[in-house]
């Protein structure tokens, strides 16, 4: 089967518009009957389970371009069934455009539930009180915006809320130990 690189493109591109972005009309037969209309069915079969094979290892393992580059290398290198460097270059060409773009559309597949969308905060200074105490003690107003991750055009839920300098010292801190744990989670 010829390979030239235009045709191992389209089957790229293909491939990732049916398995990543849900375009299911994109089936093994129309891939066939539009880039590889000479091949027999047993090559077509096995080039696509080999390129759907190396695009999941790479998307799975999220590489930059230079783990990238040693597992082309590594692909290049193998006796049978050795990657050609035309080939490795239509790979590192395809994960240079769409690695952001695959990676995005994964995280959005992966999350479920409502999702913060925006916060806003500020502070305020009590001026008038009916205690003398209760004056110039400060508050901070939170508002945040919640709303449903796969439905953006749906309308949010604002929740609105006032805390004072302890409660606020309170949640500070919560934060600091989330902070540090995700920190020590990340060193591991």
């Known amino acids: 089967m010829a390979d030239d690189g235009k045709s191992?493109?389209?089957?790229?591109?293909?491939?990732?518009?049916?398995?990543?972005?849900?375009?299911?009309?994109?089936?093994?037969?129309?891939?066939k009957n539009e880039i590889y209309p000479n091949s027999s069915e047993e090559e077509f079969e096995h080039l696509v389970n080999k390129t759907i094979h190396l695009m999941k290892n790479m998307v799975s393992a999220d590489m930059d371009m230079t783990q990238l580059e040693m597992f082309l290398?590594?692909?290049?290198?193998?006796?049978?069934?050795?990657?050609?460097?035309?080939?490795?270059?239509?790979?590192?060409?395809f994960w240079k455009t769409h690695k952001t773009k695959i990676h995005d559309?994964?995280?959005?597949?992966?999350?479920?539930?409502?999702?913060?969308?925006?916060?806003?905060?500020?502070?305020d200074l009590k001026s008038q009180g009916r205690r003398t105490e209760e004056i110039n003690?400060?508050?901070?107003?939170?508002?945040?915006?919640?709303?449903?991750?796969?439905?953006?055009?749906k309308l949010t839920e604002v929740v609105r809320f006032e805390m004072d300098e302890d409660k606020l010292k309170d949640v500070l801190k919560s934060m600091q130990e989330i902070e540090e744990q995700i920190d020590q989670y990340c060193k591991k």
Do not use: P
Request: no cysteine.
């Open 8 to 31: 191992l493109s389209a089957l790229l591109n293909g491939l990732t518009r049916r398995i990543y972005y849900g375009e299911e009309e994109l089936t093994d037969e129309f891939l």
């Open 73 to 93: 290398t590594a692909q290049m290198k193998k006796r049978e069934g050795a990657m050609t460097e035309q080939q490795a270059n239509i790979y590192r060409k």
């Open 105 to 123: 559309k994964i995280v959005a597949q992966t999350m479920w539930g409502n999702t913060l969308q925006k916060v806003s905060w500020r502070i």
């Open 137 to 153: 003690t400060s508050s901070a107003i939170m508002e945040l915006q919640i709303g449903e991750h796969q439905n953006k055009d």
